[in-house]
Structures are given as C-alpha cells and as structure tokens.
C-alpha cells in the first residue's frame, strides 16, 4: 500500500497562498492522490483529488510532479477558516472497491 | 453526495463492557468503512464491510475485538468488545459515494 508523508505543521498568513506538500514515492500507477481536511475532530471534508493531472476545484488546486511521487495542494487564499489538519491519502484499489489510507496530516495554522 | 449519521455521537464506558456504534448512510453503498482516531493521531483504517459478508480486517485488528454487522445496503454498526482504556479514541465510518469517501461525524469513546 503507497504511503504518505507530510510535514507536521505549516503556518500561513490569512489571506495567502497555503502551499501544503505530500509526497507519496511508491504511489502505483493506478492510485489516486486524495486531499481531506478536518476541523477539530469533525469528520473529515473532501478537497480535491488527482490522477496525473493538475486539478482544480472551488476550494483548492492540487498539482502532481510528472512522476506522480509527490503533490501540492494549494489553498490560493488562506482564511482563518482553513486553519485544519490536512490529509494527503493514497486511495488504491482492492476487492472490487478502494481503500483510503491517511497519512500522518499536517496541521495548518492561519494567523491573522 | 452521501450523508452519513453515527450514534452514539461520544460515550464514556466502564472497562470490560462492549459499545455497539451505529452507522446510517442515506443512500445505498456498496462499502462501509471504519476507522479509529486515537488521540492527536490520523486515521487507521479498522476494516471494510461488504453487505451480506463477512467484514475484511486490517493488520492488528481481529474480529473478536471488533465485530463488525452489514445487515443492508445503508446500516453497519461496529462493536469495540471488552473494553479497556486504550480504546478511547474517535472511531468514524465512512462509505464511498462516485469518487469521494464520505465521513461520519465520529464516535468519541472514552473507557474508564
């Protein structure tokens, strides 16, 4: 199973861009980069999720290296709101249907 | 989208006892997950439960421990037997809806 790792913890500047990294080096060539976020022990939210190809939705843009080790995802205008613990998940498939695997996450702070 | 409902939403059990957490999605899925949190930590997946066969387990974790029922396409209910403190943790369920997992709100358990 591909595994991820990320930096503990991040701080950001309200109203810049959040540049949170991933890198998942022994990801498979049909396993998909996902991106969840959770607030205070919530459930945790879907962002974004990626193949091969840069992605971007509403909340956040993801973008994969050409050799898919490793993925950004990019809050372009961080509020206070998003201070969260931020999963980057390797969803692979198994069974007919998919796993997800979280990584350790990492805890982004906003400061104002 | 799929919303998913857990009770009991936290409970505090004495030691030695079972809790039987209940899992409703409002649509029919094919796979429900559960997970456990432990305090200050990511997610672990527990197992995933097909309806009308047995749930597959992860490394480290056993049925006997952690029975788990599928009775239908939108029930699951996870039992944590013969409790002892170091189950306190956060576990959540979570189903697959298109391309998105989709999450409980979580059962935060305490055992004393």
């Known amino acids: 199973d591909a595994k991820t790792t990320q930096p503990t913890s991040m701080d950001c500047a309200e109203g810049r861009a959040a540049n949170l990294p991933c890198n998942h080096s022994?990801?498979?060539?049909?396993?998909?980069v996902y991106w969840y976020r959770q607030i205070h022990s919530q459930g945790p939210q879907y962002i974004i999720h990626?193949?091969?190809n840069n992605e971007t939705n509403e909340m956040a843009s993801l973008i994969i290296t050409e050799d898919r080790k490793s993925s950004t995802l990019i809050l372009p205008h961080a509020t206070l709101r998003d201070t969260a613990v931020y999963y980057c998940?390797?969803?692979?498939?198994?069974?007919?249907?998919?796993?997800?695997?979280f990584g350790t996450g990492t805890r982004l702070k906003v400061l104002a | 989208s799929a919303v998913i409902s857990q009770k009991p939403s936290r409970d505090i059990c004495q030691r030695g006892t079972s809790l039987t957490i209940q899992c409703q999605v409002d649509?029919?899925?094919?796979?429900m997950f559960w997970y456990r949190q432990q305090p200050g930590q990511s997610l672990t997946l527990i197992a995933t439960?097909?309806?009308?066969?047995?749930?597959?387990?992860e490394s480290g974790f056993v049925i006997d421990k952690f029975p788990i029922s599928r009775p239908n396409l939108t029930f699951s209910t996870l039992t944590v037997s013969n409790m002892s403190p170091e189950d306190s943790s956060i576990y959540l369920c979570?189903?697959?809806?298109?391309?998105?997992?989709?999450f409980g709100q979580g059962t935060r358990l305490t055992v004393v």
């Open positions: 998940i390797v969803r692979f498939p198994t069974s007919g249907t998919y796993k997800y695997i």
């Open positions: 979570s189903s697959a809806w298109g391309t998105e997992a989709f």
């Open positions: 439960a097909n309806q009308g066969s047995e749930a597959t387990y």
């Open positions: 022994t990801i498979s060539g049909n396993e998909y």
């Open positions: 990626g193949l091969k």
């Open positions: 649509s029919q899925v094919t796979m």
